[in-house]
């Protein structure tokens, strides 16, 4: 005795159901991780930008010290900040003089540049230590301040202890090393 059957079971369209719905979960999983990778990875490359930046701005900025010269504030060297007149290049394209503070604002290393916004440099500072070089050669001497209105020292270095989420507690420190170009 042959019953013409037509159709599934509930049993069959139960399980076509949890084998469907199981594949939509772990597909959805799965572009989920890739998305969250892809986050990951462009704030990954957002920081790497900065920071390149930041040294590349730094690193223009202490050349093109304006010290000495009528018109500009000096060189004030601290040992947690520094305020200097630096050639900055302006959105036109041409070159101005500007009085720039360097510190550190909550937790950011920052520039501040008169008039005008501050920059953020680093993320993340939770100390900024500064020292300035007075003499070069095997007996080189680094100062913890320089103060004058006519000169600049031979180089600046900067020491930033910042607190890497990913390093866990243990802060990390970069230094920076940045000439000041030549005199005379």
Do not use: C
């Not at 019953?3 to 079971?9: A, E, H, L």
């Not at 719905?21 to 930008?49: E, N, P, S, Y």
């Not at 690193?59 to 900040?81: I, K, Y």
């Not at 510190?103 to 993340?124: C, F, K, N």
């Amino acid at each position: 005795m042959f019953r013409d059957r037509r159709g599934f079971t509930l049993i069959e369209v139960l399980v076509a159901l949890t084998v469907g719905v199981t594949v939509v979960l772990v597909a959805h999983q799965l572009f989920a991780a890739i998305v969250d990778q892809g986050k990951m990875l462009t704030g990954v490359r957002t920081a790497l930008d900065r920071a390149a930046n930041a040294r590349r701005w730094l690193r223009v900025a202490f050349l093109s010290l304006d010290v000495g010269t009528e018109g500009t504030g000096g060189f004030d060297g601290r040992q947690n900040h520094a305020t200097f007149t630096t050639w900055l290049l302006t959105p036109d394209g041409w070159f101005e003089r500007r009085q720039v503070e360097l510190g550190r604002e909550r937790d950011a290393l920052v520039a501040t540049i008169t008039p005008g916004s501050p920059i953020r440099l680093i993320d993340s500072v939770t100390d900024v230590e500064l020292d300035y070089l007075f003499e070069p050669g095997g007996e080189s001497r680094w100062v913890r301040e320089w103060v004058s209105p006519v000169s600049a020292p031979l180089a600046v270095r900067i020491r930033v202890k910042r607190s890497e989420k990913a390093e866990g507690p243990k802060p990390v420190t970069d230094t920076l090393l940045l000439l000041v170009k030549e005199r005379g």
